[in-house]
C-alpha cells in the first residue's frame, strides 16, 4: 500500500534573543505575539518570556492570555493588580533585565504606531544593536499598511520613534472569521512588494489551521506560524 507524503509547512526559527513585534490596530499583532512565544516554548528548550507594552490600544492585549501562557511554562512580566490594565506607559524593571540578561527568548508586543514605539525609545540603549529582531506585522486590510507607501511611511515613523531598525516583517492579512485562503495569499505579495523596496525579510506569514487548508505549503517561499485564538470577545469566550 503506497502511503502518500503529506508537505508540512516549514516554520520560524530565531537566532536572536529577542522579538519586538510591532504592530497597528487590527494587525493581529498581540495574537501572533502571543502564538509566537507559545511556538518558542514548543520548538525551543531555552526559557520563553513575554511582555505587553501596548498603550495605544486596550482592547485586545498580550496580557489577557497570561494564565494561558503560564500554563505552556511561559513567564509573562506584565503589571499586576490594580495596574494590570492600566493605561500606562509602566516598564516594570524586571522588562529591563530581561532586555539586559539575554536569558532564553524574550517576546515583547508593541503598539504599531509612532506614539506606541516611544516606548522603545526609554528601553534603546538596552539593546544590542545586532541582538534583537523588530518585526512588523503587516494587515493589507488596514488603511495604514494597504500598500506599500503606507507601509514604508510607517516604518519611518515607528523607527524615528523608537530609535531602533526594523529587521523584518511578518505577513498576517485577514479579516477575522472571514479569512480566506486567497486573502492571506494577497496580503503576502504586498509583504514581497515591500521586501523588494527595503531588502527586509518576510519572516513569516501566519493563519490558521483552517485558512491554511487551503494553500499549498510548496507555493510559499516563507515560514508558517500557525495561529490558535488566544484573545477571544467577550461573548465569544461565554461560547466555549
Not at 537566532?15 to 512565544?37: F, Q
Not at 494590570?84 to 540578561?101: F, H, S
Not at 544590542?128 to 503606507?150: C, H, I, K
Request: hydrophobic share 40%; charged share 25%.
Amino acid at each position: 500500500m503506497m502511503v502518500r507524503s503529506v508537505k508540512q509547512f516549514s516554520t520560524p526559527t530565531f537566532t536572536k534573543s529577542i522579538l519586538i513585534i510591532v504592530g497597528g490596530y487590527g494587525s493581529g499583532k498581540s495574537e501572533v505575539a502571543i502564538n509566537l512565544a507559545r511556538h518558542l516554548s514548543i520548538s525551543q528548550s531555552d526559557p520563553v518570556t513575554i511582555a505587553d507594552l501596548d498603550i495605544v490600544n486596550p482592547y485586545f492585549r498580550s496580557r489577557e492570555a497570561d494564565e494561558q501562557l503560564e500554563a505552556l511554562g511561559i513567564t509573562p512580566l506584565n503589571p499586576r493588580g490594580g495596574y494590570r490594565y492600566a493605561d500606562l506607559p509602566i516598564i516594570l524593571p524586571e522588562i529591563k533585565g530581561a532586555i539586559e540578561q539575554h536569558k532564553g527568548k524574550l517576546v515583547l508586543d508593541i503598539g504599531g504606531d509612532d506614539v506606541g514605539a516611544r516606548i522603545l525609545s526609554s528601553l534603546a540603549e538596552s539593546f544590542e544593536p545586532d541582538g534583537y529582531e523588530l518585526l512588523l506585522v503587516l494587515n493589507a486590510n488596514r488603511p495604514f499598511t494597504r500598500d506599500v507607501d503606507s507601509c514604508l511611511k510607517l516604518v519611518r515613523e515607528i523607527e524615528a520613534a523608537s530609535r531602533l531598525k526594523f529587521t523584518g516583517f511578518i505577513s498576517n492579512t485577514h479579516l477575522l472569521t472571514d479569512t480566506t485562503a486567497e486573502i492571506v495569499l494577497s496580503g503576502l505579495k504586498l509583504a514581497g512588494r515591500l521586501r523588494e523596496h527595503t531588502g527586509l525579510p518576510v519572516v513569516f506569514l501566519s493563519a490558521t489551521d483552517e485558512v491554511l487548508e487551503g494553500i499549498d505549503p510548496e507555493s510559499l517561499d516563507v515560514p508558517v506560524l500557525k495561529l490558535n485564538r488566544f484573545l477571544l470577545k467577550p461573548w465569544e469566550r461565554r461560547k466555549r
